[in-house]
C-alpha cells in the first residue's frame, strides 16, 4: 500500500475535535454542578454515554461496524442535555437523544443538508414534551425561574446586575417576591463560554467566522429593534449558541463567504423571533432555518468563486 | 495513533552548508562563446536540462515560449516545506546561478532580474552580499509560497487569471538551482548530471543539504551517510512532503528529486472517514477553492459547468487541503483526477 502525498498534516483530527468540544462543554456544567450542589453534570455525562450508545447501536444494525467510542453524538447527547433544564426526566431526554442521533444525525451522513441534531432533538422535545422543557428549577410558589434572566427581561423589562449576567450566579430574591434560581446549566456562564470558545477556535477545533457573524449580527438586529444588546448577547442561550451551536461543521457551510452569511442569518433571525413571538426558544428555530439555507450557501459561495475566477480571465 | 511529523523548524533557519559525498563528474562539454537567443535553447537542450524545481518540464521549451520576456525570476524559495537546498545552492553557489541567471536573462531579452527568496533576515544580508545586480524580493515562508502563481502574485500586484503560464505576462521563472546547472555548463562545461537535494530524516534529527550524481541508487546515498533506515518503520518519500511520492530506495535519483526524507510510517498513515463538513480545506487553500465541493463533483462525474473548470484550472495541486482535513480524505489525488477531466 503506497503512502499518498501530503506526508505532513497540520490541525486537529476528525476524531477528537468531537472530543475536545465535549470537554470544553464540560467545564461550564462542572462549575455549575459545583457551585448548585447538583448531580447535573453526572447526569450529563450519562445522557453523552448514552448518546455514544446509541450510535454503536446504528453502526452494528445498518452499517454492520463494530464502533464503540462516538464522541459525535456523545456531543450531540450532551449538547441537548446542557441546553434543556436540569430537571427534564430521564424518558424524554432519552427520546430526544435518539431522535437527535438516530433522526437527525446519522441517516443524513454525507448528504448535503443536514440539521443540527441536538437543535433537532431539542425541536423534538419541545413538541412532544412542552412541559418538561420550560419546568426551570424547584416548583415552589412564587417563583420565577427561566433559562436565564430572558424572559423577566421581556415580560416586565427587569434586568439583573451584570456581575450576576456575566458570572452567572443567579440566585437571592427579585423585589422581595420571586426567588430566582439558576436555569439551563450550559448557559449560566457566558464569560467563561466565550473564553472557552477563544480556545478552542486558536485551536481550530471550531471555526471563528460563524460565531463571529453570529454574535455581530445578533447585537445589532437587537439594537436596531430597541433592545439591549448587550444584555441579550450575554443573556439566554446567544454565547453558548455561538460557541457550542452554529459552529456545529457538518450543518453549516463549508465555505469562509458561506460561513458569515449563515451566522448573519440565524443571528438576526433569532434577534427577530425572540422580539416579535412568543416562542422562548428562538435559537431553535433559528438555527434550524440556517441549517435549511446551508447547502444553497455552499452552492451560491462556489458558483461565485467560478465566476470571479472567470472575471479575471482575459478576453481573448 | 497518529503523530505529526516533526520538522524542527527553528534548525533550518541556520544556512546549512553543501556537502559532497561523492566524486565530482567530468568536464565533458566544450561550453560556448556567445548567447544566442536563437541556438541557446538547443543548449539547453543538448546539457538535458529540465525544470529542477519538481515539475520536470524540458527548460529549452520553456524558454522558447519565454521569448521576449521583460523580468526573469529566479525562484529560490523552497518548493516544499522542511527543505533548504534552493537557499544552499542560492548562497554556495552564487557564481554558478547568477552566471545561469545572467545568461537565460540574455536569451530570452529579459532587462530586469529578480531573485524571490524567503523572508529571513540573514538569509537576505547574504545574498544581498552576493546578488547586488538583483532585484531582492522577500515572500513568506509559510508553504506553497514558491509557487509560480503566487510569486507573480506579489510582483504583478494581482493574481494571474486561471490558466495563464507566466510567460503570458512577459516573466521567466526559473527555479535556483535549474539556473545553477546552466550555470555550471557554461562555466565548467559539465551537463545536468548532478542533483543538489535535502537529505532528511527527521526522527534522528538529521538534515543536510548534498550534491549527489543523477542516476545513483538511492540506497546508496542512504548508505553514505549510514542513515538508520529500516523499511519495515520507516519509509522514503521523494521531492517533499507536500508534492511528493513514496519512492522505493532500488530505484535512481532523478533530475527533479528536490529531496530525500526518511519518514516514519505509521505518522503518515492515513485511513479516509467521511467528511465532517468542517470547512479546513476551504479556509486553508492559498487560492480560495472549494475543494471539498470539487472533489465532490469529481466523484459524481458532474464536471462540466464553468465554476467547476475554472476552479479545477486555478488548482495547483498543492496538497494544503489534504494536509488540513481532519478526516484525511485524499483531496489532493481527487483533485489530480480532475485536472484530467478539464
Ligand atoms: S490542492 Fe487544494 S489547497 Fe492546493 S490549490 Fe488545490 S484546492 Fe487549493
Ligand atoms: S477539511 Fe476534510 S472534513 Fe473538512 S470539509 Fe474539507 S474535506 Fe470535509
Not at chain 2, 39 to 57: A, H, K, T, Y
Not at chain 2, 103 to 122: I, P, Y
Not at chain 2, 226 to 246: K, N, T
Not at chain 2, 252 to 257: F, P
Request: proline residues 8%; glycine residues 8%; contains cysteine.
Amino acid at each position: 500500500m503506497p503512502m499518498n502525498a501530503p506526508f505532513l498534516r497540520s490541525g486537529p483530527r476528525a476524531a477528537s475535535m468531537a472530543a475536545w468540544t465535549l470537554c470544553a462543554l464540560l467545564v461550564p456544567c462542572t462549575a455549575y454542578s459545583a457551585i448548585y450542589h447538583s448531580p447535573f453534570v453526572f447526569k450529563l455525562l450519562g445522557y453523552a454515554l448514552a448518546g455514544s450508545f446509541a450510535e454503536t447501536l446504528f453502526a452494528l444494525a445498518v452499517q454492520r461496524r463494530r464502533k464503540l467510542v462516538c464522541s459525535g453524538s456523545a456531543l450531540t447527547a450532551a449538547l441537548l442535555a446542557a441546553s434543556a433544564p436540569p430537571a427534564t426526566p430521564f424518558l424524554p431526554m432519552l427520546f430526544a437523544i435518539l431522535v437527535a442521533v438516530w433522526g437527525a444525525r446519522l441517516p443524513w451522513r454525507g448528504a448535503a443538508l443536514r440539521f443540527n441534531a441536538a437543535m433537532a432533538g431539542r425541536f423534538f422535545l419541545m413538541l412532544a414534551y412542552p412541559a418538561a422543557v420550560v419546568a426551570w428549577g424547584t416548583a415552589a410558589p412564587d417563583t420565577i425561574s427561566t433559562a436565564t434572566p430572558q424572559e423577566l427581561y421581556r415580560t416586565d423589562g427587569f434586568m439583573l446586575d451584570w456581575h450576576t449576567v456575566l458570572f452567572g450566579r443567579v440566585g437571592g430574591s427579585w423585589e422581595g417576591l420571586y426567588t430566582l434560581v439558576p436555569g439551563s446549566p450550559g448557559e449560566t456562564w457566558p464569560l467563561a463560554t466565550l473564553l472557552l470558545g477563544g480556545l478552542l477556535c486558536r485551536a481550530g477545533i471550531v471555526p471563528w467566522r460563524t460565531p463571529l457573524a453570529f454574535l455581530l449580527s445578533f447585537g445589532i438586529a437587537t439594537a436596531c429593534l430597541g433592545n439591549n444588546p448587550l444584555f441579550n448577547l450575554f443573556s439566554a442561550a446567544t454565547v453558548f449558541t455561538a460557541v457550542f451551536i452554529v459552529t456545529d461543521p457538518v450543518s453549516t457551510p463549508m465555505g469562509k463567504g458561506g460561513q458569515v452569511a449563515f451566522g448573519i442569518v440565524v443571528g438576526a433571525a433569532n434577534a427577530l423571533i425572540r422580539n416579535y413571538t412568543y416562542y422562548t426558544e428562538a435559537v431553535v428555530y433559528a438555527v434550524l432555518l440556517g441549517n435549511l439555507l446551508a447547502p444553497w450557501l455552499d452552492h451560491a459561495a462556489f458558483a461565485l468563486r467560478g465566476r470571479q475566477l472567470g472575471r479575471r480571465r482575459p478576453e481573448q | 495513533m497518529l503523530r505529526k511529523i516533526k520538522i524542527d523548524w527553528a534548525g533550518l533557519a541556520r544556512i546549512q552548508p553543501l556537502e559532497h559525498p561523492f566524486p565530482p563528474p567530468e568536464r565533458i562539454f566544450p561550453g560556448i562563446d556567445e548567447i544566442d537567443p536563437q541556438r541557446f535553447p538547443d543548449f539547453l537542450d543538448e546539457i538535458g536540462l529540465v525544470g529542477m524545481g519538481g515539475g520536470g518540464f524540458p527548460a529549452s521549451q520553456k524558454l522558447r515560449a519565454a521569448a521576449g520576456a521583460h523580468t526573469l525570476v529566479v525562484n529560490g524559495i523552497e518548493c516544499e516545506p522542511g527543505l533548504t537546498i534552493d537557499q544552499s545552492v542560492l548562497l554556495h553557489e552564487s557564481l554558478w546561478v547568477a552566471a545561469g541567471a545572467v545568461a537565460a536573462a540574455k536569451a530570452v531579452g529579459a532587462t530586469r532580474m529578480v531573485l524571490a527568496v524567503k523572508k529571513d533576515s540573514t538569509l537576505l544580508a547574504e545574498l544581498a552580499l552576493r546578488y547586488g545586480e538583483f532585484e531582492i524580493v522577500a515572500f513568506s515562508d509559510r508553504y506553497p509560497a514558491g509557487a509560480e502563481k503566487l510569486i507573480l502574485e506579489k510582483l504583478e500586484g494581482r493574481r494571474p487569471p486561471p490558466g495563464v503560464r507566466p510567460y503570458q505576462l512577459g516573466y521567466l521563472v526559473q527555479n535556483a538551482v535549474s539556473l545553477r546547472a546552466i550555470g555550471r555548463a557554461l562555466i565548467d562545461g559539465i551537463p545536468v548530471v548532478e542533483r543538489p537535494l535535502t537529505l532528511a530524516m527527521p526522527s534522528a534529527g538529521f538534515h543536510r543539504n548534498i550534491i549527489v550524481p543523477v542516476g545513483i541508487e538511492i540506497r546508496q546515498v542512504l548508505e553514505a551517510y549510514r542513515l538508520p533506515y529500516d523499511p519495515c518503520i520507516h519509509f522514503l518519500a521523494a521531492s517533499g512532503l507536500m508534492m511528493g511520492h513514496e519512492a522505493d530506495p532500488e530505484t535512481a535519483v532523478e533530475k527533479t528529486t528536490l529531496a530525500l526524507l526518511v519518514l516514519p510510517r505509521d505518522a503518515a498513515w492515513r485511513e479516509e472517514r467521511p467528511c465532517i463538513r468542517c470547512g479546513a480545506c476551504n479556509t486553508a487553500c492559498p487560492l480560495g477553492l472549494h475543494p471539498y465541493a470539487l472533489v465532490e463533483r469529481i466523484r459524481k462525474g458532474r464536471t462540466g459547468g464553468d465554476p467547476f473548470r475554472m476552479q479545477m484550472t486555478e488548482c495547483f495541486l498543492c496538497g494544503v487541503c489534504s494536509a488540513v482535513c481532519p478526516s484525511d480524505i485524499p483531496l489532493v489525488q481527487q483533485l489530480e483526477r480532475g485536472k484530467q477531466c478539464l
